[in-house]
T-cell receptor, first 117, second 112 residues
Framework: AQSVTQLGSHVSVSEGALVLLRCNYS??????LFWYVQYPNQGLQLLLK??????LVKGINGFEAEFKKSETSFHLTKPSAHMRDAAEYFC???????????????FGGGTRLMVKP | NAGVTQTPKFQVLKTGQSMTLQCAQD?????MSWYRQDPGMGLRLIHY???????DQGEVPNGYNVSRSTTEDFPLRLLSAAPSQTSVYFC???????????FGQGTRLTVV
C-alpha cells in the first residue's frame, strides 16, 4: 500500500519569503503524486500533479514541485509567499495500475501554511 | 458545469440516528470516493466505487455504507451515528484510476 508523510503540520513564513512544504511518499510502483490546497471552509483544489513525465512540475499560483525518486520526495515550493497563500496543503499519492485500491488517492496529514505580513 | 455537489453542507445528529450524505457529479467520471477529514490526519478513504454497481471499502469503512446505482450518484449512509463520526466528509470523483480527483465542498457533520 502507498503512504505519504508530510513533515511539519504547521509552517510559518513571512510575506515574500520562500515557501517549502515537505512530502515523502512510499509506493511499490512508480507513483502519481499530487498537491492539493484547501482554503478555509472549502473543498480541495488541485495545485499540481506528477504523472511520470517531467520531474519538475509547475502548478497554479506560482507553486512548483520536484519529483526525486532517490529521495522518495515531492516537496512543494514557491519563491515568494503571498498572504493569499495561507491555507492547508495536502500531498497525495496513488499507485496506478496495481489494483483498484492503489488507484485511489492516499493523503498525508496536511501542512497549515501561515504567512506573516 | 457543477462538478461534484454534496448535500447537506452542515448536519447535527444525535447518537444512534441514521442519515445519508448525498454526492452527485456531472462529469461522467467512473471513479467516486468518500473521505473523512480529521485534524492532523489528512483525508482518509471510507469507501470508493470504480463504476456503477461496484463498490469497495477503503481505510475506515466501519459504520458507513455505500451504493452506486448510477454513474452520477454515490450516497454515503451512516447506519447508527456515533460521536467518533464527527468529521468533515468529502466526496470526490475522477475520470480514471490514479488520476486527479475533483472534490465537493464538504459536509460538516456533528454527532452529539
Amino acid at each position: 500500500a502507498q503512504s505519504v508523510t508530510q513533515l511539519g503540520s504547521h509552517v510559518s513564513v513571512s510575506e515574500g519569503a520562500l515557501v517549502l512544504l515537505r512530502c515523502n511518499y512510499s509506493s511499490s510502483v512508480p507513483p502519481y503524486l499530487f498537491w492539493y490546497v484547501q482554503y478555509p471552509n472549502q473543498g480541495l483544489q488541485l495545485l499540481l500533479k506528477y504523472t511520470s513525465a517531467a520531474t519538475l512540475v509547475k502548478g497554479i499560483n506560482g507553486f512548483e514541485a520536484e519529483f526525486k525518486k532517490s529521495e522518495t520526495s515531492f516537496h512543494l515550493t514557491k519563491p515568494s509567499a503571498h498572504m493569499r497563500d495561507a491555507a492547508e496543503y495536502f500531498c497525495a499519492v496513488s499507485a496506478p495500475g496495481v489494483n483498484n485500491a492503489g488507484n485511489m488517492l492516499t493523503f498525508g496529514g496536511g501542512t497549515r501554511l501561515m504567512v506573516k505580513p | 458545469n457543477a462538478g461534484v455537489t454534496q448535500t447537506p453542507k452542515f448536519q447535527v445528529l444525535k447518537t444512534g440516528q441514521s442519515m445519508t450524505l448525498q454526492c452527485a457529479q456531472d462529469m461522467n467520471h467512473e471513479y467516486m470516493s468518500w473521505y473523512r477529514q480529521d485534524p492532523g490526519m489528512g483525508l482518509r478513504l471510507i469507501h470508493y466505487s470504480v463504476g456503477a454497481g461496484i463498490t469497495d471499502q477503503g481505510e475506515v469503512p466501519n459504520g458507513y455504507n455505500v451504493s452506486r446505482s448510477t454513474t452520477e450518484d454515490f450516497p454515503l449512509r451512516l447506519l447508527s451515528a456515533a460521536p467518533s463520526q464527527t468529521s468533515v466528509y468529502f466526496c470526490a470523483s475522477s475520470y480514471e484510476g490514479g488520476t486527479e480527483a475533483f472534490f465537493g465542498q464538504g459536509t460538516r457533520l456533528t454527532v452529539v
